[in-house]
């Protein structure tokens, strides 16, 4: 039973929550959990509810807020609780994209629209002089919106979830040996294997590159990004024991690179001295300390889920869980995507089966598919349309198309001997190689922390790689991953005939 004390403290912090989020959804404002900002801002509307107290440039906290966005560009320098809301402006350019695709293109939703919108921003370009007026607005839509906070501190946390719920715990444990060799070693053989290639390559093309750079390039490039693979993976058909893997891997391997990016973001910038054992307590602690938290946060939502029978009260409960839990894991220190994770498998499993009705059950799976698909068309379009502020050269060009075969090198090397190692102990379905290291998708999150790197040139020359390697992997990998698997499938099938 709570306390007098902890139950006050525990509705001063749902009460911050539900200020904080209509405070971002009415004006498009970041959202803060763990600051004064919020409750200001809610005197203000019950005194005068026709006005915007975040219009008014004098006041001290907007001040603050506003300088401390334009200091900000390193994730691991994210203050506690803060998640960045700036996407809903770039929601009334979907609609119509989604309807083009949708009545001519005919391709996966997320494919389609990060097509289109590539196709428009190079359109635009392509211009030049004559639509001067629209390029300038494209460039303040794209100059309003902080990808890499939007991204990695706003909508992952609940696409993270969103994808969770649907995980079969039962399928992922047995899967679990091989998923944890896969996020683990394979993201860091996969990182110092790119790293050492790039070296070579932009060598060869006369671009320099330090060393620990490339260093870095391999850790934000080598993890599957969860988002782009739970978004394409669910229209293709693929195998549910081959779907656990895929799936579980992208889930859990972002805050292992995640970890590996800060070490060698230290070291490059020499903000910290890195030790072994700084590193190892950096990752015990982001990483087993985010699933403890998660399994904390998720038993907490499960026993509210199962106190109460009421479909909107139980929907409030599991998004305060992702907005709440993911920026209590900031304040700790903890890796929040991970912790979301933890949460949404055990809310998805052991929640959906003891601590819901069939109608909060229902309700709960159409809420969150909701969340998961306007969250992935923002995302994706955002992802085409940031080409536009992006520096290209000749040089870049081809060291991206050379790259990207080396990439799926890496990738097919990293994901080739665990599988391997494991087939000593169990059986494979056929071409899981194959299919691992084509399914394998980079996505927003490597772009994300291409954006969260120190301002400079080598800034530019990794941003636009990164860049190129993803729009391959999500058009060409995410079009074809489908009719690889079906390959496989009938092969399969003539061999048992």
Not at 174 to 182: A, D, T, V
Not at 207 to 223: N, T
Not at 296 to 323: C, F, H, P, R
């Amino acid at each position: 039973m709570f306390t007098s004390v902890g139950y006050a403290h525990f509705e001063s912090f749902c009460h911050k929550i539900i200020n904080g989020t209509l405070v971002a959804i009415v004006y498009n404002r970041p959202l803060s959990f763990f600051n004064k900002q919020n409750d200001v801002v809610w005197s203000h509307l019950e005194a005068s509810p026709n006005a915007n107290p975040l219009d008014d440039k004098s006041n001290s906290l907007f001040a603050r807020d506003q300088n401390r966005h334009k200091t900000h560009n390193n994730t691991h320098k994210k203050q506690a609780g803060e998640i960045q809301l700036h996407y809903p402006p770039i929601v009334q350019y979907i609609y119509p994209l989604n309807v083009i695709n949708h009545r001519f293109i005919r391709w996966p939703t997320t494919i389609g629209l990060m097509v289109i919108a590539l196709l428009v921003s190079l359109g635009l370009a392509a211009l030049g002089p004559f639509a001067s007026g629209l390029q300038e607005d494209a460039h303040r839509l794209l100059a309003s919106i902080d990808f890499d906070e939007t991204l990695l501190h706003g909508m992952l946390s609940f696409l993270l979830f969103a994808g969770a719920l649907h995980i079969n715990l039962e399928n992922l444990a047995r899967q679990k040996y091989i998923i944890g060799l896969l996020a683990t070693f394979g993201v860091l053989g996969s990182t110092v294997i790119i790293a050492f290639i790039s070296r070579w390559v932009l060598a060869v093309l006369g671009i320099d590159l330090p060393m620990i750079y490339c260093l870095l390039f391999g850790a934000l490039i080598s993890p599957t990004d969860p988002i782009a693979v739970l978004g394409i993976l669910k229209k293709v058909g693929v195998p549910e024991s081959l779907e656990t893997k895929i799936c579980g891997e992208s889930l859990f391997n972002d805050g292992v690179a995640v970890v590996v990016f800060l070490v060698f973001l230290e070291i490059a910038t020499g903000t910290h001295e890195v030790t072994a054992a700084s590193v190892l307590g950096l990752f015990f602690k982001e990483a087993l300390g985010g699933v403890v938290f998660g399994l904390l946060i998720g038993w907490v939502a499960y026993w509210m889920l199962k106190s109460i029978d009421n479909y909107q009260v139980e929907v409030l409960i599991t998004l305060a869980l992702v907005a709440g839990g993911f920026a209590l894991a900031d304040e700790l220190h903890l890796s929040g995507p991970i912790a979301v994770v933890v949460a949404g498998l055990l809310i998805g499993n052991h929640g959906r089966l003891l601590a819901m009705s069939d109608p909060v059950r229902e309700h709960l799976d159409t809420f969150w598919e909701l969340v998961d698909e306007v969250l992935n068309a923002v995302l994706f379009v955002l992802i085409g349309l940031e080409v536009m502020v992006l520096t290209f050269t000749r040089e870049y060009f081809i060291a991206g198309l050379v790259l990207i075969p080396f990439l799926l090198l890496a990738r097919f090397v990293s994901v080739g001997w665990p599988v391997l190692v494991m087939r000593l102990f169990r059986s494979f379905s056929p071409d899981v190689i194959k299919i691992l290291t084509w399914g394998g998708l980079r996505g927003g999150i490597s772009v994300a922390l291409a954006l969260s790197l120190p301002p400079g040139g080598n800034r530019e020359v990794i941003l636009a790689i990164t860049y190129m390697m993803v729009v391959f992997s999500i058009i060409v990998q995410g079009l074809t991953i489908g009719k690889l698997v079906g390959w496989s499938q009938n092969k399969k099938k003539d061999i048992e005939h």
